[in-house]
């Protein structure tokens, strides 16, 4: 319970803030629409990012406007919203365009391999010699030969998919028809799918519920929990949410709106989160971060002032 207490205080200051401030609410409306979703993931120790695969997903939910003088207001809600990612791994694609590096280099390769025949003694760097170079090169070629034949029909899909409650704090803009915001936004994982599927030679195919028996001892190395039962099993939705997913997360958040009447608004945000989608452990070996790109509409209510 502690660990969600930053969304909790969030949340009762969002529901608390319509008493404190009821004079200053301008705007009160209903938003959703479509989520692109993905999530960017980086080794650690290096610049290079790897988009794992796009997930389509919706946000929908209540938002409130605060005004808060000269044009400017606070934005906050509570949304669902779908996010998460969808990758995909074409094992035998992957070696045989490695292989084709390799061709493509023929000329080059067959150069440098006549020249360390011709020199086998020649010593390339602390004690390497031209001689046990010729044997890594040897090694590589039946490798590449090997995995080609080895991987032929392979591969593998891994689909995440996240259902968040999210809270905005955006600060906001408008001018005429145009609004525009920049802030944070809180997440809390309250379900969550996590699909696995890999597809092997001679049409055998592998899924989730195959690796139900081996994920309890899975968990019990990186939780040091051990099962409680006889012949355990540990679907892989659990798996995820228990020893790889963050369950509260923090974004940044920018976004545009356009009225196009009193009544209906149509608006479109970008998030990027700012803490990992996965928790230690693996946080160890590399960060996820969310990404979403999200279109959609708000219809605002309109309540009569009482006199």
Not at 13 to 31: K, M, S, T
Not at 251 to 261: F, N, P, R
Request: hydrophobic content about 40%; glycine content about 8%; some cysteine.
């Amino acid at each position: 319970m502690m660990r969600h207490w930053p969304v909790i205080v969030a949340l009762l200051g969002a529901l608390a803030i319509p008493r404190y401030a009821e004079a200053q609410v301008v705007n009160f409306g209903i938003a959703g629409g479509y989520s692109l979703n993905n999530e960017a993931l980086r080794l650690k120790g290096t610049s290079t990012v790897t988009w794992l695969g796009a997930n389509h997903g919706f946000y929908a939910g209540p938002q409130v406007d605060f005004n808060l003088g000269k044009d400017f207001s606070i934005r906050t809600g509570l949304y669902f919203r779908k996010a998460g990612s969808d990758m995909r791994l074409d094992l035998e694609k992957l070696v045989v365009n490695l292989s084709q590096v390799s061709t493509d280099l023929e000329f080059g390769n067959r150069a440098l391999f006549d020249y360390l025949q011709e020199n086998p003694d020649l010593e390339i760097r602390d004690g390497l010699k031209a001689s046990d170079l010729l044997d890594g090169i040897d090694t590589y070629h039946e490798y590449v030969e090997k995995a080609v034949e080895t991987l032929k029909g392979t591969d593998v899909r891994a689909k995440a998919d996240r259902y968040n409650l999210v809270l905005p704090v955006l600060l906001r803009y408008t001018y005429g028809r145009l609004s525009f915001s920049a802030g944070v936004n809180l997440n809390l994982m309250v379900l969550n799918r996590f699909k696995l599927t890999a597809n092997m030679p001679a049409g055998l195919v592998y899924s989730g519920k195959d690796l139900e028996p081996f994920l309890p001892y899975a968990h019990l190395v990186i939780s040091g929990v051990p099962p409680t039962t006889e012949n355990p099993k540990m679907s892989p939705d659990g798996f995820y949410k228990l020893d790889i997913a963050h369950e509260f997360t923090v974004g940044l958040q920018v976004g545009i709106d356009y009225a196009i009447s009193d009544w209906i608004s149509l608006q479109a945000s970008y998030q990027h989160g700012l803490r990992s989608d996965i928790k230690a452990p693996w946080t160890d070996l590399c960060t996820l971060g969310d990404r979403a790109f999200q279109i959609g509409a708000v219809y605002h209510f309109h309540f009569k002032k009482k006199r």
